[in-house]
């Protein structure tokens, strides 16, 4: 965590166009967000990923439309309004609120929409870490969260983040070279059914100097790969995805064409990567992730892994 001193809403605005792209046509984006606020002591790069989760999970709730309204402002809390959430505490905080006219939680979800893993969503439609995740990261900022929802009407999360008053002075940690994680220009193909995960790690990669493109399903990257003749230095995909071409099946093909491409395999699941998928890995060289990881071990491995000489080279 890089935690900086930031405009909340600032930060709302620069992911306005990503956000917009996650939810779809189908659903009204509006933006509520007061300027003029006060700071907060944050990691833009994390509060974007809180966003973005709160995002899909709005979206996933309105299969057929409806309204996502974004918004910031300032509160402040005395010790009886402090009372009403456990994890709260009297003083002045920013806001971010995230209310969307979906499907609802139901009353005996609610206790456990945070859990690592819990989720109502089909098998291979969700990991059940997205809430979770905003959790941690929230908790991380010595914020916390409230929710309130009512089945077929509607949820909305409010987050609680601590103002950064005048008179405290923020330390800004100084960008040391060692512990930076490494930069590279090489070429890679990223695929990952999980929008969240996809664009967040697009960013990522893009913020440390690597070329990305991008597909939502394997078939859909051997489409493109075809249509315009791309070549690449690197295919980070997941294991487990739609339309019938895991990522070991996009693997195979595209290495078909290209027997140096470098593979990294990413998975939330330990028992895809046995059988057929790890003698793949060995015969290949490739690399096999555990999904969640963090970003200094995704970007670790990828820069490792292109740096090592092959055996061939």
């Known amino acids: 965590m890089q935690f900086q001193p930031h405009n909340l809403s600032e930060i709302v605005s620069n992911l306005s166009k990503m956000l917009k792209r996650i939810i779809g046509e189908h659903i009204q984006l509006q933006y509520q967000c007061e300027s003029g606020l006060p700071l907060v002591n944050a990691d833009d790069g994390m509060i974007e990923q809180v966003l973005v989760n709160l995002a899909v999970n709005a979206r996933d709730a309105m299969p057929h439309g409806g309204q996502l309204v974004v918004s910031t402002a300032v509160a402040q809390l005395d010790s009886l309004q402090a009372r009403n959430h456990e994890e709260a505490r009297p003083g002045r905080f920013v806001t971010l609120r995230v209310a969307d006219t979906g499907s609802g939680i139901a009353a005996e979800h609610l206790p456990h929409i945070f859990e690592p893993f819990f989720t109502t969503k089909a098998v291979g439609q969700g990991t059940g870490l997205g809430l979770a995740t905003v959790y ?25 983040l601590p103002i950064v008053e005048a008179t405290v002075r923020v330390p800004v940690q100084l960008e040391d070279s060692c512990d930076q994680p490494p930069r590279g220009t090489e070429r890679i193909l990223l695929v990952e059914d999980e929008d969240a995960v996809r664009l967040l790690s697009r960013r990522l990669l893009e913020k440390f100097g690597y070329t990305v493109y991008e597909a939502a399903s394997g078939r859909s990257a051997l489409t493109m790969c075809r249509a315009q ?85």
């Open 136 to 160: 941690g990261i929230v908790k991380q900022h010595q914020g916390w969260i409230d929710v309130s929802t009512k089945v077929g009407k509607g949820t909305v999360f409010t987050l609680f």
């Open 229 to 313: 003749s791309l070549q690449f230095d690197l295919l980070l995909t997941d294991v487990i995805m739609p339309e019938g071409v895991s990522g070991r099946d996009l693997a195979e093909e595209l290495r078909a064409d290209n027997p140096r491409l470098k593979v990294i395999l990413m998975s939330g699941y330990s028992g895809d990567i046995l059988g057929h998928d790890t003698q793949f890995v060995r015969r290949t060289n490739s690399r096999f992730i555990a999904k969640p990881c963090s970003p200094q071990l995704l970007l670790d491995t990828i820069r490792e892994y292109l740096d090592e000489r092959g055996p061939d080279a």
